[in-house]
């Protein structure tokens, strides 16, 4: 494949993942709920999916912004964590990545965290690498690249201020 080709712009449909995850006794706190960190790990692996995809290259995590955790996890529930790439900046992406639950005995389904990932295309040398354009394909997929662009430009504000300091 060509660089040219390598680098023509991509669906977010292309970039999409869909992972499960069931609770067991050793993701969970002594009191039978998911840890917290195990969820981290599981958001960062699926947005990760979700960047390789895109990218079809490496990606490493660059940051992850706030996470709220709006309700319980235990364990025997079923996790589904759904991700794709939202927006492409050069060399990086922001991966939206949400997360549900499902109660398979009493089927039942609700929503248990959002995250947004950026994520740096990499080679095997660690390098930086461009990642190709995204193309949203529907109005949410426009909202999420929309709000993408301005996340990163509250980042970068942030950063800065971090740096004055």
């Known amino acids: 494949m060509t660089n040219d080709e390598q680098l023509m712009p991509r669906s977010v449909r292309d970039s999409q993942s869909e992972t499960a995850e069931i609770v067991l006794p050793n993701d969970a706190n002594p009191l039978g709920a998911l840890l917290g960190g195990r969820l981290m790990h599981w958001i960062d692996m699926a947005g990760a999916m979700a960047a390789h995809r895109h990218s079809r290259s490496y990606a490493v995590t660059a940051s992850i912004d706030h996470l709220d955790f709006l309700v319980p996890v235990h364990v025997g529930d079923l996790v589904i964590l759904r991700s794709s790439v939202n927006r492409v900046f050069h060399t990086s992406m922001e991966v939206g990545v949400k997360v549900w639950v499902e109660n398979y005995l009493h089927d039942d389904c609700q929503h248990v965290s959002s995250a947004y990932l950026t994520f740096v295309a990499v080679d095997g040398g660690g390098r930086r ?37």
């Not at 949410?140 to 996340?151: L, N, T, V, W």
């Open 129 to 165: 690498v461009q990642v190709p354009a995204v193309v949203p394909e529907s109005e949410e997929q426009q909202r999420r690249y929309d709000d993408a662009g301005r996340r990163r430009e509250i980042r970068r504000e942030n950063a800065e201020r971090r740096n004055a300091r």
